[in-house]
Nanobody, 116 residues
């Protein structure tokens, strides 16, 4: 079984930065895709960024150029660096591992609030 624990959320002013971290316990496979999703109040969960084990990345258009994603396969961590945050980035952010059979594992989520 795979378990994910996020950290690093909080309150930040517009234009500020936050770094989210996710630690994974359990077995990871080289085909697993790790990523971050978010869900704003009243909205569906949406993709923020993903990264494969070989480092290929994918970003939502809304965060391109502002967010970066990185992972350490040996340490089983995936981080999301968020810069130039706006109030529209306010959401609960979830860490995700997607397996080759499209099975998803999720963390419990961490709140990010961007407000002055």
């Amino acid at each position: 079984q795979v378990q994910l624990v996020e950290s690093g959320g909080g309150l930040v002013q517009p234009g500020g930065s936050l770094r989210l971290s996710c630690v994974v316990s359990g077995v990871l496979f080289s085909s697993d895709v790790m990523g971050w999703y978010r869900q704003a109040q009243g909205n569906q969960r949406e993709l923020v960024a993903t990264i494969t084990m070989v480092g290929n990345t994918n970003f939502a258009d809304s965060v391109k150029g502002r967010f970066t994603i990185s992972r350490d396969f040996a340490q089983k961590t995936v981080d999301l660096q968020m810069n130039r945050l706006t109030p529209e980035d306010t959401a609960v952010y979830f860490c995700n591992v997607r397996r080759f059979n499209n099975k998803d594992f999720w963390g419990q989520g961490t709140q990010v609030t961007v407000s002055s």
